[in-house]
């Protein structure tokens, strides 16, 4: 950084010299050669002008200012150990937590995948259950048929709406004229005729088309003979 | 108490178990940093906020200072990142500013005429528009004009607080000198 001019001087040794910052022997030698360079002497009354006026303005204005009290908050220093730091620190990084998101997503979709298993296996266990062993006494003439039907229909299997719809057996044919069906005995509840409410409006009476669909499950007579059959045979 | 510790074991202890520790560091450097930002900023309250906004947030990350840079770096550091930030912050409230020299100026005549006594000197308009022209400096330049006038730093303590070479320092000072004087040029100055 040469002055220009004259190569002569260094703008460094210059402020140097400005602000009294030049070794002693090194400012001695510089005041001989700016007594006899014009143009480091124009160069040194420039800079020592602005360095004048900062001058000033700094002791016109700020050295009469007090120095003000900064008030520091010592109550809330941040802890570099603090344990909660630290554990902030290492859940909230963001690869931490696209690793935690991923294996969030991961848990839920095992917990589904196990949920839906298992409801499975159970729709399987249900279809797998085996039907219970039916022991029959082998009838020894046509008019054991009757007895061995009424022992079918007492056995522990058959449920109560089987029993709702008896067999056409002699007996049970005159039982089932006095035996309501299921949808005989619901029929029975339903209000007859124009029923009133508690607050005394008319009660809905059954539509057609609102039938109750009543799934039959009974055994059927005609298989039981051909079971039958089939033992004698 | 804590007087004979270097400013490194004060901000060691602070961090560690005394807190007040930052006290002596305050005290020690509270008119520097206040001198840097009066240079910097040119208006007394300014300079004001941003010296208490240094130490404070110097103060909140002392765990984060390490112990390769000295302490008087760091706050210099600190405190030049709030002069500007204060700065910014006034920029966009469009308030008067040095760095504003174009209007600032005019403003500036207005001003005086408006707010000074009748006897006003001219050496009181002089510290005005030097105001304005370190104010417009570049802040690499006038930092290091405002430690050497106003913090009264030596070159090398310069250097050493701006962790930049001592030619660097000079030649900075050089260059806003050059710049000054070409702002002021118009400014009559007696000498001597």
Known sequence: MRNGKDSCLFGEELVSYIYDELPTSERHSFE???????????????LSVSRLGVYEWHRDEFVPLETPRFAIPYVSPEPVSSWL????????TPARLSFAGGAFALAIMALG???????????????QVEAPV???????????????????SADKFITDKVLAQPMLTKENSEKSERRPTLVQAKAAQKPSGRQLTARGNPVKAPRLGTFEEVEDTS??????????????? | ???????????????????????????????????????MLGR????????????????KNLGNFRGDAKVSSWLHRIAVNQCLTIKRRARTRAEEFLDDENHGEDRVFVAAAAH?????????????????????????????VVMKEFEDMTFQEISDTLEIPLSTVKSRLYTALKQLRSKLERVPMEIG
């Open chain 1, 113 to 127: 995948f196990v949920y839906l298993t298992d409801s499975n296996s159970g729709a399987v266990a249900v279809n």
């Open chain 1, 219 to 233: 055994l059927r007579l005609a298989d039981l003979v051909a079971d039958i059959d089939s033992y004698r045979k």
């Open chain 1, 134 to 152: 039916i022991e029959l006494a082998r009838p020894e003439n046509p008019t054991d048929v009757a007895k061995v039907a009424s022992e079918v």
């Open chain 2, 1 to 39: 108490m804590f007087t004979d510790l270097t400013d490194e074991k004060l901000v060691e202890l602070a961090v560690r178990s005394e807190p007040e520790a930052f006290g002596e560091i305050v005290k020690r450097w509270e008119r520097k940093i206040f001198a840097l930002c009066f240079g």
């Open chain 2, 116 to 144: 000074s006594p009748s006897n006003r000197t001219e050496e009181a308009e002089r510290n005005v528009l030097v105001r304005q022209a370190v104010g417009s400096l570049p802040v690499d330049l006038r930092q290091v």
């Open chain 1, 85 to 92: 730091r630290a554990v902030r620190g290492f859940v909230f």
């Open chain 2, 44 to 59: 007394e309250d300014d300079a004001r906020d941003a010296a208490q906004e240094a130490f404070v947030a110097a103060y």
């Open chain 1, 32 to 46: 001989s050669h700016l007594l006899n360079c014009s143009s480091c002497t124009a160069e040194f009354a420039e």
